[in-house]
C-alpha cells in the first residue's frame, strides 16, 4: 500500500458523506420494523381503552342516568385497564427478554469456548444462504474482527442486543395507549346533556374505532376498508350488549 495513502483507507472503510446522508434519509430494516410494531401496539392498546371503557359507561348509563355511578364506573374501568394491560405487557416482554438474554449468555459463553467451532459455523450460515465457500469463509472473518458477538446473534438468532425492549417501557407505553383511548369515551358520556349522552357516545366512539382500525390496517400493510369494518362491528355489538344488560337491569330494579 502506498505510504502517502491516508491512514483510514488501511483497515477501515469510514462512511461516505454520500452513504451517511443515505442512512439518514431512508432508514432500512429492522430499525423500521421495530418502530412500527410499537406504533402498531399502540393503536391496539388506544382501540381497546377505547371499546372496553365506552362499553363500561354505556351499560351503566343504560340503568341510570345519574353522573356518579357513570363517571365511578368509568374512572374504575379506566384505572383497571391501565394496570391490567401494563401488567400484561410486562410480562409478557419480560418473557421475551428474559429468554433473549440467555440466549444472548450462551452465545457469548460459546464463543469464548469454542472460537473456531464457531467461525465454522457462521461461515456454514452465509453458505447457505449462496455464498462461495470461500466468500463465504472471508465474510465471516471479517464479522468476526469487527463484532463477533453481534456477528453471531444476527446470522444465527436475529437478535440485536441493542434492540431487547424493556419490560417497563412496554408496560408504560401499553398503559399510556389505553388511557389516551379511554378518554374518548369518557368525554362522550359526561359532558353531554343526559337525553344525547347515549347517541353521542355511540356515533363518536364507532367513528373513532374505524380511523384506529384503519390505522392499524395501514401500518400491517392489511386492508383498511376490512379493519375498520371489523373493529366497528365489534364495537357496535359490544356496546349493544352493555346498553341493553344495563337497561334492563335499571327497568327491573335490581339497581
Known sequence: MNADEPADARGTNPET?????????????????????????????ANDGIVSVAAIVVG?????????????????????GAVSMALGEYVS?????DSQRALIEKERRELAEE???????????????GLKPETAAKVAQELTAHDVLAAHLAAELNIDEADIVSPWHAAF??????TIGAILPMLAILLPPPELRIPLTFVSV???????????AWIGGGSRT??????????????????LIGNLLGASGVV
Open 115 to 129: 472460537p473456531d467451532e464457531e467461525l465454522a459455523e457462521l461461515t456454514a450460515i452465509y453458505q447457505a444462504k
Open 173 to 178: 407505553a401499553s398503559a399510556l395507549a389505553f
Open 93 to 97: 416482554v419480560s418473557s421475551q427478554s
Open 17 to 45: 458523506p454520500a452513504l451517511s446522508r443515505h442512512r439518514e434519509t431512508e432508514p432500512h430494516g429492522d430499525d423500521i420494523a421495530h418502530r412500527l410494531n410499537w406504533l402498531r401496539a399502540g393503536v391496539l392498546g
Open 60 to 80: 351503566v348509563a343504560g340503568a341510570t342516568a345519574a353522573p356518579g355511578p357513570i363517571l365511578t364506573a368509568g374512572v374504575a374501568g379506566v384505572v383497571g
Open 206 to 216: 364507532l367513528v373513532a374505532l374505524a380511523l384506529t382500525g384503519a390505522l392499524g
Open 226 to 243: 376490512k379493519a375498520a369494518v371489523r373493529v366497528v362491528v365489534g364495537g357496535a355489538l359490544a356496546l349493544a350488549a352493555t346498553f
